[in-house]
């Protein structure tokens, strides 16, 4: 059988070795209730709502998500940069600064992690008794009510994100969407929808994915990051399990999917399923994997690949994405569209004209032979899977221009990004991008550059700033050249002044 299913409302007869597979109703109706969508609308109507950090695109959407709701909203940021200016263009208020005095027209204060709970303007709040708390409970009480579909791990998310929910708004199911990046297609990082579900990034990062209590949670992968709020990373492991095990057993659609090529996902899924006694769909490049990816092949800057599901073949799949990484981000969409029964038309036809998200392998521009890409990856396994992918379609050599991101993730992962390098001919590094940390003792971009050049392997320059940065690339660059723009500071300004400049 060559499709996900044969008719919307006819159940496909799986062909899964899995018992447990063939025990999940593979068909979800296709849902008008706008049941969800009311609730929010009763929940948040005439409310208002102060959120810290608005610059931020994780506040930014839930301020957007909670003005189409009927929220009264309004915003603070210090930086006065990210999305406070496109806030500002949609009419909302947004101060520059922070003060306690904010917090006194207020029905609810919403601030981001980076704040601290001792902020006067949370103070304030509190001594006031206003309702306070941080993003992720707000996110939490957002998704309850609704077939939640939440994206997490430590790579992979935004692009996942969007993968699910563009699968979703093709087939006509009207989601509700929240982004951690910008997409065109939505004019930001959010959608409202009248439809039963919401497809949201939800970031690990602060340690509170037990805020949120999806219906479909899916687990991209288990990596080595954001140890200071963790500890180690059986400790992410472990939260990742909780998250897994929490999806809401009353929708009878309830199942949880992760990529089963990361041991420690296969583990959480396992811890997951003892806890719930929910099934699991688990998908990858692996054998034994339920949705999986087989005749995977490069071509141009996208990858043709088959997709083996329980119920058959999904053949001649196209997705305008290079890299292995992003045929997973693709599986876990198919995953969720094959539980959901989305048709294999309406997925191929939905993959193969996918734009990608903003900063993820963005192609800024081509001049004088010369590719320029920007991307946010920003943790060793990243920069691996991003310069792996721009090596297949170069002509001749790769540069990258990467800023770190944080002297703490810095100093914890020396050594994987002294090695993540192996693809790139040359590589410019700019000073570390503090992200509100102190600056550590010995740990700065000049010895991330030693400990680079002892790999013997690729030419590395520690540039003062950006516009030496800019000038050492626009020197080395030729003909067939590709150059990347790598972090998630402000090294994306770069990539504009180096096209301009060729």
């Given amino acids: 059988m060559n499709s996900l299913q044969t008719n919307h409302r006819t159940p496909i007869v799986s062909a899964s070795r899995d018992a447990e597979l063939r025990a999940i109703p593979v068909i979800a109706p296709i849902l008008n209730d706008v049941t969800a969508p009311r609730r929010m609308?009763?929940?948040?109507?005439?409310?208002?709502?102060?959120?810290?950090?608005?610059?931020?695109?994780?506040?930014?959407?839930?301020?957007?998500?909670?003005?189409?709701?009927?929220?009264?909203?309004s915003g603070c940021d210090c930086s006065g940069g990210?999305?406070?200016?496109?806030?500002?263009?949609?009419?909302?208020?947004?101060?520059?600064?922070?003060?306690?005095?904010?917090?006194?027209?207020?029905?609810?204060?919403?601030?981001?992690?980076?704040?601290?709970?001792?902020?006067?303007?949370?103070?304030?709040?509190?001594?006031?008794?206003?309702?306070?708390?941080?993003?992720?409970?707000?996110?939490?009480?957002?998704?309850?009510?609704t077939r939640a579909i939440c994206v997490t791990g430590a790579h992979g998310k935004t692009s996942t994100t969007w993968l699910i929910s563009h699968l979703l708004i093709a087939a006509g199911r009207d989601p509700s969407v929240l982004l951690g990046g910008?997409?065109?297609?939505?004019?930001?990082?959010?959608?409202t929808g009248l439809g039963a579900e919401l497809v949201v990034e939800t970031d690990e990062s602060d340690n509170k994915l037990h805020l949120v209590t999806p219906s479909i949670p899916v687990l991209t992968n288990i990596d080595n990051d954001h140890l200071e709020n963790y500890g180690s990373v059986d400790a992410i492991e472990q939260a990742c399990a909780r998250f897994l095990s929490s999806l809401d057993c009353s929708d009878p659609m309830a199942v949880m999917i992760g990529c089963g090529d990361d041991v420690r996902v296969r583990r959480s899924l396992d811890t997951a399923k003892l806890r719930s006694r929910r099934a699991s769909i688990a998908y990858g490049l692996a054998q034994y994997n339920q949705v999986r990816a087989v005749n995977v092949r490069p071509e141009g800057l996208g990858t043709r690949f088959d997709v083996l599901v329980p119920s058959g073949l999904l053949i001649n799949l196209f997705l305008p994405m290079p890299g292995a990484h992003n045929v997973l981000n693709a599986l876990a969409a198919i995953s969720v569209a094959w539980h959901l029964g989305i048709d294999e038309a309406t997925v191929r036809d939905a993959l193969s004209s996918i734009e990608r998200v903003g900063r993820r392998f963005e192609i800024k521009g081509t001049r004088r032979g010369v590719r320029v890409i920007d991307d946010y990856g920003h943790h060793p396994t990243e920069i691996e899977a991003t310069l792996s992918a721009a090596r297949q379609s170069t002509q001749k050599r790769l540069a990258v221009l990467f800023q770190p991101h944080r002297y703490s993730r810095t100093a914890a992962l020396m050594e994987q990004f002294a090695s993540a390098f192996i693809e790139a001919d040359k590589v410019v590094l700019l000073p570390i991008y503090a992200a509100s940390e102190a600056p550590l003792p010995g740990i700065d971009h000049h010895a991330l550059a030693r400990q680079i050049e002892a790999q013997g392997k690729v030419s590395v320059t520690a540039a003062g700033n950006r516009a030496e940065a800019v000038e050492v690339l626009l020197k080395w660059a030729a003909d067939g050249d590709t150059i990347i723009t790598q972090g998630a500071g402000d090294v994306t300004k770069a990539s504009d002044e180096i096209v301009s400049r060729l």
Avoid: W
């Avoid at 109507?45 to 810290?52: D, E, N, Q, S, V």
């Fill in 41 to 73: 609308q009763e929940e948040f109507a005439g409310k208002r709502m102060h959120f810290m950090g608005a610059g931020g695109i994780g506040i930014s959407g839930l301020m957007e998500l909670c003005a189409a709701r009927g929220a009264i909203v």
């Fill in 182 to 191: 910008v997409v065109k297609a939505l004019s930001g990082n959010v959608r």
């Fill in 82 to 145: 990210g999305q406070v200016a496109a806030l500002r263009a949609k009419g909302m208020v947004i101060e520059n600064g922070h003060c306690a005095d904010h917090a006194n027209a207020c029905d609810e204060l919403i601030y981001s992690a980076a704040i601290s709970t001792e902020h006067p303007e949370v103070e304030r709040a509190h001594s006031l008794n206003k309702a306070v708390g941080v993003r992720m409970n707000l996110l939490g009480r957002i998704t309850r009510g």
